[in-house]
């Protein structure tokens, strides 16, 4: 499937993939979904040329818990589970994708603050069915928007908090969560439709708490 990969383009692979898998030098690009539903994948090793990382690439792999991706210039993959974009100077400053594994069979159930320190932007879905992680704490990072879908169907997620430098949360970003309490500052100018769809209420907990009183 990855013969001449110079784009995986949005192929799925058949959910039969275990164990380990290595793709060949020359990889430059994972496009979205690509290990869909590979439920038996528990370790991969990407290219270190692969510079273009599709939408949720892992989405589904629920025993993947690291992403090698060689040293490479582009990607890095946290001890804790996390995928990230780097930097010009190698750090790590966009959260690509969480490993569903995390807070589940591998992590803690709570990210942040420290390794998301240095973070400026997210990727749409970069949560999204991580049903193990309960709370997300943003506020050491320089996030300014919470894209699509950032945290949609997580049903664990209780919390999350919000840096200051964040001024939009994007459609859809909690829908169908199990968010309960959010920290949204004052800087948040624009939260754009169905952003919180489907957040339920329950006898304990407000659907949605924030400092933020134009958004309660």
Known sequence: AF????NDGQSPFSTG????????????????????????????SLA???????????????????VDFNAGPYYSCSDAAII????SNGNMGKVMECLECRG??????????????GVTEMAEEAFM???GIGQVDLKSSSLSKVPERAFALTDQLGSVLLPETCTTIGRGAFWDS????????HTVTLVQPEAFADVETTDEYQSVSCQNDQYI
Do not use: H, W
């Open 104 to 117: 589940n069979s591998f992590g803690n159930a709570k990210v942040g603050p420290d390794e998301l320190s």
């Open 48 to 66: 270190a040329t692969v510079e273009n990382f599709g939408l949720r690439p892992f989405m589904g792999c629920d025993n993947l818990y690291y």
């Open 178 to 185: 199990g968010l309960y309490y959010i920290e949204v500052p």
């Open 17 to 44: 993939l275990r164990g380990v898998y290595q793709n060949p030098t020359g990889c430059t690009t994972v496009g979205d979904y690509a290990f869909r539903n590979c439920t038996s994948l528990s370790d991969v």
């Open 3 to 6: 013969a001449d990969c110079t």
């Open 129 to 131: 069915d991580c049903d």
């Open 84 to 87: 990230f974009g780097l930097d």
